[in-house]
């Protein structure tokens, strides 16, 4: 099976500063991996995905890294701001279409 | 234009009562999965519905149901309630031609459901 797990539970950061949340998957034939976002109150939003063809790849403020040698992706988010603020989720798509393995989350606290 | 619709968005049931979730996706979108959200398990996959069929499933007892209708709304069914169903029933909607490969899955805010 899949399995997709962060590596810390809570990220706390100053305003201005760079983030990186980091995520390991298990199994190596995945093929699709997504980060999300979550506010309080709110469901998860679409913030960045990357094909395992690919290693890096960058959106507004953020950017994910694939590495397939050790199974592991990261998301980096520059000059972090207080609208940051959110669990953050790696998912990989498993099994077709729209099925999603959601890791365990990362809170990030931004502090100003 | 309009995002995904979930109703009830907060809801009491108790132990053996059975509860009806419904989900309105984005105009056009034809797939809408279900996602449980708690905080011990996280975000864990019950089903897509695409055209009306069920195309996937995840590892949930029978209690656990969907339907899609024609025009695409959703409804998942739980019956005989257990204390371990309170959570945060989360729909996605997508267009679901070429699954989250070929897009990015949007999510309603969710029917938060307690069992007393």
């Known amino acids: 099976g899949e399995s997709v797990g962060l590596h810390l539970p809570t990220l706390s950061v100053q305003e201005g500063d760079n983030s990186i949340i980091n995520c390991a998957y298990s199994?190596?034939?995945?093929?699709?991996f997504i980060w999300y976002k979550q506010e309080s109150g709110k469901g998860p939003q679409f913030i960045i995905d990357?094909?395992?063809?690919?290693d890096k790849r960058q959106g507004q403020r953020v950017t994910v890294l694939l590495n397939k040698t050790v199974k592991h992706l990261s998301l980096q988010i520059a000059a972090t701001q207080p609208g940051d603020s959110a669990v953050y989720f790696c998912?990989?798509?498993?099994?077709?279409?729209?099925?999603?393995?959601f890791g365990a989350g990362t809170r990030l606290a931004v502090h100003p | 234009k309009a995002g995904v619709t979930q109703t009830p968005r907060y809801l009491i049931k108790t132990r053996g009562q059975q509860v009806t979730l419904s989900c309105s996706p984005i105009?056009?979108?034809?797939?809408v999965s279900w996602y449980q959200q708690t905080p011990g398990q996280g975000l864990q996959f019950l089903f897509e519905?695409?055209?009306?069929?069920?195309?996937n499933k995840g590892n949930f007892p029978g209690r656990f149901s969907g339907r899609q209708f024609s025009n695409s709304r959703s409804e998942m069914n739980v019956s005989t309630l257990e204390l371990g169903d309170s959570a945060l029933y989360l729909c996605?909607?997508?267009?679901?031609?070429?699954?989250?490969?070929?897009?990015?899955?949007?999510f309603g805010e969710g029917s938060r459901l307690t069992v007393l």
């Open positions: 996605a909607s997508s267009l679901g031609t070429g699954g989250a490969g070929t897009g990015e899955l949007f």
């Open positions: 199994n190596s034939a995945s093929d699709y």
């Open positions: 990357i094909r395992s063809n690919m």
């Open positions: 998912a990989v798509v498993w099994g077709g279409y729209n099925k999603l393995i």
């Open positions: 105009s056009g979108h034809r797939s």
């Open positions: 519905y695409f055209s009306e069929t069920q195309r």
